[in-house]
C-alpha cells in the first residue's frame, strides 16, 4: 500500500531546519520549535518514514534531498508503455495522400504507419504532415504517401518495456502525437502498438481513480 | 508538501484489524498484536495522517475506507486548469481555410479559436476540421473558416478554476485535441486560454517531478 500524506505546517518546519543545519539532534530541532522532544517525537517518526528525513544513531537527522514530489514520482516512474497503449493503425507505402487522409477519418485515428510489402515500417504519417501535403497546389490522388511521410532513420519509436514517461518526454520535445510502439526482429521493425496523446490523459485519469466526477 | 509512504507489514496488519473490528482501541490493536500501546504510537499517527484511519476520542480508531489509490487521487483532483493552460490563438472570422491552416503552421498549435469582431468566441478549429475540408475538391482560399468550425452551442469549454480531470475527461469523450478556456462576460464569451491533450501529458511529467530520465 502506498499513500499520500500532506506535511503540516511544523513538519514542514522541520524539513527546513534539518535542511539548514543537519545533522541536527532531535533535541536542537526541538529546542529551535521551542518544543519538547516528546512534542516532536511522532513528526520525526512520520518524516522519516515519509522518506524525507534519515536518522542516524548519535549523529542525528539528516536531509535526504528527496522531496515529497520525488516520492510521488516514483508511482509514475513505474508505469509502462504496454499499460497504456492502443492498438495502431497502419497503411501501405502505396497508398494515395487522398486514400491516407480518408483512413485516418475512417479509422478516427490521429496518426498511421506505413509499412511495406513484408509489413515492416518504413513511415510515419500526422495529421500536420497530410494538413501540409494540402496546401499544395497537386492532386491529392496522385501522391504517394512516401513522399511526405517522416521515414526511417528519423521515426522516434519506442517499446512496450519503455517507460511511459519517456515517451512522455519524447512526444512534448519532437512535438509529435503519437509514436509507434515497435519490436525489433531480423526481419526489420514491426509495429506492435501506437502511443498518443490521448493514452497520457488517460494515464492521468487512471492515476486519479477512474471515478466518475 | 505532499509525499508518499509506503506501509510497513506491520501499518498493513493495523489497516487489517480496525477494517474488521472499528471502531476499536489503540490499547485492544496492541493486544491483538502482541505489543505495547507505545511501540504502536507512531504507526497510528501516521496511518491518521495518512488518512487510513480517524481516531474519535473515547471510542477508537474508524477505518476511512480511503485506499492509497485514492488517496493519490485526491491529489491529482486538486490540479485546476490554470496551473496548466496555454496561450490561446484566435484568428478572425473572415479568414480563409487556407490561411487558417497557414497560421496553424505557423503559431504550431493543433487547435485556433474562431473570434468576431469584438473579439468574442465564435468558433473552434481543429486539425482535423482543417483536414476534413481539404478533401473537398475546392479552393481553400475561397472557403470562410465559419463554414467549416464548429460552432456556438457546439463548442466544449472550460473555465480556469474548473479541475484538470474534468477537461481530461472531456478531452477523452468527445474525441478532441483542446478546449478553449473562457471567461463569460455581458459582453459575451472571451477567450482566455487554451488547454491540449499535450498539456495533460505534461501535467503527467509534472507530476512525476519533471527530472530528466
Not at 543537519?22 to 536542537?28: K, Q, S, V
Not at 534519515?54 to 515529497?68: D, I, M, N
Not at 519509436?157 to 515517451?167: G, H, I, Q, R
Request: with cysteine.
Amino acid at each position: 500500500m502506498v499513500s499520500t500524506i500532506e506535511l503540516s505546517k511544523r513538519q514542514e518546519q522541520i524539513v527546513q531546519i534539518v535542511k539548514d543545519n543537519g545533522p541536527i539532534t532531535g533535541e536542537a530541532i526541538a529546542d529551535r520549535l521551542s518544543l519538547t522532544r516528546a512534542t516532536l517525537r511522532p513528526d520525526l517518526a512520520i518524516l522519516t518514514m515519509a522518506g524525507y528525513l534519515e536518522a542516524r544513531p548519535r549523529v542525528g537527522y539528516f536531509y535526504t534531498g528527496k522531496t515529497g514530489q520525488q516520492l510521488l514520482a516514483d508511482k509514475i516512474k513505474k508505469i509502462k508503455v504496454m499499460d497504456h497503449q492502443s492498438i495502431p493503425v497502419v497503411v501501405n507505402e502505396s497508398l494515395s495522400v487522398y486514400d491516407a487522409i480518408v483512413t485516418m477519418f475512417l479509422e478516427d485515428v490521429g496518426t498511421l504507419f506505413v509499412v511495406d510489402k513484408s509489413s515492416l515500417l518504413v513511415g510515419v504519417l500526422s495529421r500536420k504532415d497530410l494538413l501540409r501535403a494540402s496546401l499544395g497546389n497537386q492532386d491529392l490522388k496522385s501522391i504517394p504517401v512516401t513522399i511526405i511521410m517522416t521515414r526511417m532513420p528519423n521515426i522516434t519509436m519506442c517499446e512496450k518495456d519503455d517507460l511511459l514517461l519517456e515517451v512522455a518526454h519524447k512526444l512534448i520535445d519532437k512535438q509529435i502525437d503519437a509514436l509507434p510502439v515497435v519490436k525489433h526482429s531480423e526481419r526489420g521493425i514491426e509495429v506492435i502498438g501506437r502511443i498518443t496523446k490521448t493514452n497520457m490523459t488517460k494515464a492521468l485519469v487512471a492515476l486519479a481513480g477512474d471515478e466518475i466526477l
